[in-house]
Nanobody, 125 residues
Framework: QVRLVESGGGLVQAGGSLRLSCAGS????????MAWFRQAPGKEREFVAA????????DYGRSVQGRFSISRNNAKNTAYLQMDSLKPEDTAVYYC??????????????????WGPGTQVTVSS
């Protein structure tokens, strides 16, 4: 079983940056795809970014393309989400997730097997 814990969330002004981390423990995740999703109050969970286990393929949600960047360090069992040019509409709880299947990165939340508890990101205008 794997345990995921997100960190790095907080309050930032519009135009600022944050870097989220997702640390895995228990079962290693260095051979599994990982992703970030987010959910704002009253809205559905939204795909943000995903990365292949080897870091050679990634995908982004349309609303964050060009502003966010996903990466990973398999030696540390950790994935990252660099968020730049933040906007108030980026305000949400951000979750990381792992997909144990051997497929290209997925964008549907129900394709993922384990989730972290989430970290709050608030962007003020």
């Amino acid at each position: 079983q794997v345990r995921l814990v997100e960190s790095g969330g907080g309050l930032v002004q519009a135009g600022g940056s944050l870097r989220l981390s997702c640390a895995g423990s228990g079962r290693p995740v260095n051979r599994d795809n990982m992703a970030w999703f987010r959910q704002a109050p009253g809205k559905e969970r939204e795909f943000v970014a995903a990365i292949r286990w080897n870091g050679l393929m990634s995908d982004y949600g349309r609303s964050v393309q060009g502003r966010f960047s996903i990466s990973r360090n398999n030696a540390k069992n950790t994935a990252y989400l660099q968020m730049d040019s933040l906007k108030p509409e980026d305000t949400a709880v951000y979750y990381c997730a792992v997909d144990f299947s051997d497929r290209p990165p997925r964008t549907r939340w129900d394709d993922y097997d384990y989730w972290g508890p989430g970290t709050q990101v608030t962007v003020s205008s």
